[in-house]
């Protein structure tokens, strides 16, 4: 049988970033292979023309061009991608990109920049139960970049001053508006940024905790999301599931922050193969 | 028209909610104008006497209720509440009368309410039969389109004859054909005709006198089908429960948004209630009521002498080739909410998967609703055969 490679891009849009990848998969939709990964933050720029360039950028990475792609799919806000094939959800999306990066997870906690929601999963990647933080910021990404920017202190170097910390200073953990008041008190009572940040990522990270108690997750647990890279966060979450005594590991991976690309991408060459085999099941049938 | 350009004007029409268009009807054919409720009314019979059938379905998110709060309890749809709104904001003036079809206990309060307070226009509470023999709820339902045509000839002052009623029955036959070319056409092609335009479109019926609102579909199927739109990989769905109280505009984009080609709908319910042709005959009037008895949708606000609740809907499904429903029902909505459990009971028989949300016409936050609609789209999609 003539074996045919199928590529298919899949795009994050996020409220911050949109994440793109491009995979290759046989011609049964399977075996999927990264071929390329573009993080691209929207900083106050048009989301259309980000989405554009990203997908560009991510092509040539490739060394592909449009008419390679088979599906194009997309999770988040999907409807800002006018050339999209189809669209799938975050969890969905996100639960199939931690599996592919890690076959072993049974549980995700995704933090994006608004919202975070931990997941369990089967072996399939099938979501079995979902949690969500309530209305509040606090527990989100985009309030840990607010601290930052209020701090003075660079995304980047978060990580590690929170790792720094011997005697973490607690905030509210219930609301944003709170929570960034304790701060500027902190600061102004000469609180060490590495104190502030600590307590900080204690506080989102016990929303996190509840949450997956909540759900009776177990086993491996993959952190995704833009947060999954911020090494303060991941021992926070460690630290806390250690004290709770909870049957939980946490695991993270380079590439956690495409989790959801991945998925969709995944998720769109298995819809590939799926509308190619109905297509080809309803000529038979008009053929007789 | 470009589809952009009748697109556009029925958004126009949908966010009218002055009336202007009948207004300057009424001025120009120095006639007069009858609202109606949802869910159906024999608009025939307004037409036949020179009058413009004008649909009132609310005043949707595009009127704050400042006073209609104060006349129904929190438990209420909301319907009621804007519909009275208009009315005491004078929006509905130009109305020379108002017509109320039997749907539940809120809609005939509502006509009552209104004939205390509008005393200069015709209230009517149309009482649909509950029994379909041709001699006892026929005669019956005879009895009130009668009552109906002479108090519209009255109103008009107008001899309204069976030609008359003939000719009317003939223009809402030919538009009652076009909508189903519309529907079936989205069916085969849901890209070519997004669910919010084909709603936009329903809605334009409320106000557009009846042969330019033929005109207006038929300029849209020949102009839609030479339109290049993108094709998406979604799940095809029945959104039932709507018949009423209608869903906001950004509602219906949303569960497009989250991955649904809407294939059938029972939004703006009166336009398509009729199955098929009335016939026209010597006795236009027992045609109507004929019509009603024999060749008429099933929903929840229509007596079902079956009691085969669900069948419709299935029937829908299949013939849609849909491959799930959405029940959306309005909060407080009894007549869907009532029917929800036994029409699930029968889409479980089938093995036909659903999910169900509640809305307001007023509904401005859509993220959960689109989340649930997203990932029951996401569920038939990935796991439909597992």
Redesign the interface.
Known sequence: MWLKTIYTAGIDVGSNSIKTVVMEFDNNGKNGKLLATDLNKIRKRDTKQVISQSYEHVLSKAELTTGDIA?IATTGE??MV????????S??SHSRGALFLNPDVRAIIDVGALHAKALVVDS?S??LAYKMTSQCASGSGQFLENISRYLGIPLEDVGDLSMQSTSPEMVSGICAVLAETDVINMVSRGIPAGDILKGIHLSMGRRLINLLRSLNASGEVMITGGLANNKGFVAAMHELAENEKMNVCFCTHKLSVFAGAIGTAI?GA??HVK?REQSIQSSEEKGG | MSVKQIIKKCEQLYNDIDLFYVQEWKEKHKSRAIGFMPVYVPRELIHAAGMLPVGIMGAGDLLEIIKGDAYFQSYICHIPRSTIELGISNRLDCLDGMLFPAICDVIRNLSGMFKLMFKDMYVKYIDFPQNFLKTLGGNFYQHELRTMSDDFSQINNVDVNRDDLNRSIKLYNENRAVIKELYDLRSQNPHLVPGSELYLLMRASNVLEITEYTALLREYISETVCEKR?????IRVVVTGVFCEQPPLALIRALE???CFIVDDDWMLGARFILGDVALSNDPINALADAYLNHTVCTASKYDQDGNKGAFLIEQVKKAKAEGVIFAAPSFCDPALLERPMQQKALNRENIPYTSFKYSENTGQFQVIK?QT??F??SI???GD?
Not at chain 1, 82 to 89: L, N, T
Not at chain 2, 230 to 234: F, I, K, V
């Open positions: 599906y999907g409807e006018d050339f999209r094939r189809g669209h799938f959800y969890m969905t399939r099938k979501v998720w298995f819809r509308l | 993108p094709q998406r990989d979604n948004n989250s991955g989340e997203g990932t789209a996401d999609k990935l796991w597992s």
